[in-house]
Every structure is written in structure tokens, then in C-alpha cells.
């Protein structure tokens, strides 16, 4: 246990992409934008479905551990405007597709897309299916926030249609929640996991923190057998990223408060051995389900996706981003929309897609993203299977340091994870990406 603890800490503070998506965001260009995203929508397969993202980024108050591009309001009056350009951003995408298209998967994220009222989630989805049908298993999933969320707004998740709710748990220690400016005890959380189940919402994920400030590894596993109780079929562990130089209210905390990687790494065990305990099966780096649970046959057939939400059981090849900073994919390439609202809104009275920036997807990207998805998710691909099936030759790549390590396992034509490492499989995810060396920006610690 001690070497296998020193070799992920010797490799912990090594840096590489998640793998959302590939190539990654930051090999995104301006050279996509609204005109060649509006060729790409108009050349989609009318036969084959789509999923649905809206993004909508407000939040009641901030937590100062946050990572994602929203801000906070206690205003109405931003929220109702941003409701009202997210609703024509809808009908301009969908003038651009082929015909009337099928969805797959709907996810509303942001921000906290629950801040929307009762009534506002009845007209968006009134819009939506003004202008799409969707599949009769579809999933419609929702993020929320337990501190703010009333019967009334789980009823409206309910009418709707929506299946799954994603609610943001990170730790139950008073002192962690009090360092991070997210109080919510166990009760406020039980309450909103009880509303959306009288609702029909009944399929329930929970978000946990590791590394968080003042986290301690008693705490870590207690949360996590304490969100356990709740029974979400599925919950994600992920690793605080302290990057204050790019999140400026993450300068609210304080540094001496944070846990050192050894801590982190024994956090992030504690919740492992946690879980699996109540019965989860771990998917991929950083989630756990509960047997029946559709990520977990998803899994065992070898489909599994991941993409910019993370793991996914969403077969639809395109996803259609809305709303402020929102990422899209499809068959032709990747699109991110204009960040700033203001911008965005005005592209959008314009009669534009509000595109920022895209990259399109050549043959030799594709083979090397169903080789860095099969990792991501199985911890294990078969390189030469993979390429054969896209009639490509298989890529080279060296992953000596991390056999040397015991970190992955090479045999025949295929590479191996080594379970007790999953956390660095986006090391071995990066044996294949092409465009690492040339990446702009700097990639968050691996554990
Ligand atoms: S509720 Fe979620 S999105 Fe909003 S500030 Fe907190 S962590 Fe960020």
C-alpha cells in the first residue's frame, strides 16, 4: 500500500487534460464560428437523435470552491432576461437543422439551472418541445442546489418529464462546509433527495469533494457514508482544483486550510473503499453506480461516452449546446459559445449562432479519441481493435514511464490500467493526444 501511495503521489502533480472531449477546449479556434457551425447543423442525419445542453449560469450565492463559469444573483430580473435569449438561441439553432429532430438526452447545467422558477422551467420546456420530440427514453436530467429547492420546483421538474437531478452534496463537516461558504446540513440535503422522489424525479446523483479546506480524512469518508444513505443511484468523487490565479473567489480560501497531496490521495481512498462498500461499482476515474444503475450497464456492454458532463450513457453523436459559454458536438466538430452574457445575447438579437470559437474533427482526431475514451472509461483499450474498426493504422505511443511505474499494463495489442491507480488514467489518455505539446494553457494535478 505505502509504494503504490508514493508512486500516485509521484505522479499526482503531474498534468494533463480530463478528457471531455478531444482534441480539448483550449485547441479550440476562431476560425469556427456561426457560419461554418451553421453548415455543420444543417448537415446533421435527420434520422439520428440529438441531445440537448442548456446551460444557465446563476447561482444564489457563490461557493468559493467553484470552478464553472457562473455568478451570483439575487435579482429575478437577470435570470428572466437570460431565460428569454436562452429560448431564442433555441429557435435559431432549430431553424438551422434539417427537419424536426429527436432527443435523447436533455441536461439543463450551469450554474444552478433550479434557480429557474416553477413557471420558467414549464415555458422553456414548452419551448423545447415546441421545437423537438423526444425519445420515449429519454432522459431528462437537472442540476440543482439543496439549500434552494422547494416542492413546488421539484413538482415542475416532475411535469416536465425530468427523470434524473444532479445535486451538488461536496461534505457534510460543518467546518468544511463553513470554509467553503456552502452550508447544508445532512437534513436540508435528505429533504431535497425526499422532494424530487415524491415528484417522480427518482433517479438521483450526489457530487462529493475531496482536498477541500479543512478536510480531514475522517470527514471525507464520513461524508461520503453519509451520502451513501441517501442511495443516489450514482455519485461523482472529484478533487478540489485550487486554481485562485483563474478563479478569483477561490482566493477565499485559504491556503494554509488545504490538505497536502498525501492527505488527498488518502481522502480519495477512504471515499473509494467507502463507496464500494455500500455496493457501488466505480465507473471510470472518478464515479460510482449502483448495479442496475444505466451508467453501470452501460459499462459492462463497452459503451460508456464521456463528454464535456462527464460519463454518459447519451448515444446521440451530437449535442447541442445553449446558453452562455455552452460546448457542442457533432459529427463535424466541437463548438463553445460566446462566455460573456452580454455578447452572447447580442449575437443572438442579431439573428447569429452565438459561436466564440470550434475545432473540426479530422479522421485520425476520431481514432484518437474512441482510443482516450475507451481508457477514460474502461481503463483499458484494445489500440489495434480500435483502429481496425475505423480502418486506420494504430497510432504510436509510448507509455514506458508509467509501465515502469506499475501504472498501466501493456499486453498483446492492449493497455491495462492498473485499478489501484485509476486517478492518473488521463497519463495514459495523454500517450495519445496529439496536440499535448502544443497546448496554451496549463492542465489541473491529476489526484
Ligand atoms: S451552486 Fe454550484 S455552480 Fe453555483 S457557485 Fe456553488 S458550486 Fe458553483
Redesign the pocket.
Known sequence: MTGRRETLRAFASHRSPRYTSYPTAPHFHTGVGSDVYGNWLEQLDPGEPVSLYLHVPY?????W????N?R?TTKPEPVAAYLETLMDELALVADRLPSRMMISHLAMG???PAILTPGQIDRLMEHVRARFDFAEDAELAI?I?PRHFTREDAEALGRNGFTRAST?V?SFDPAVQAAIN?VQPFELVEAAFNRLREAGVTRINADLLYGLPKQTVESALASAEAAAKLNPSRLAVFGYAHVPHMMAHQKLILEEDLPGPATRIAQADAMDHALRDEGYRAIGIDHYAQPDDPMTVALDAGVLKRNFQGYTTDKARTMIGLGASAIGENPSGYIQNIADVRSWRMAIGEGQLPVARGVAISAEDYLRRAIIERIMTDLTVDVVAVANAQGLPAPDFDVSELEAAGIVTRFGTCLAINPAYKPLARLAAAAFDAYLATGPVKHSVSV
Open positions: 447561482c444564489r450565492t457563490l461557493c470552491y467553484c470552478g464553472c457562473t451570483a450551469g450554474g444552478t442540476e442546489d451538488g461536496q456552502r
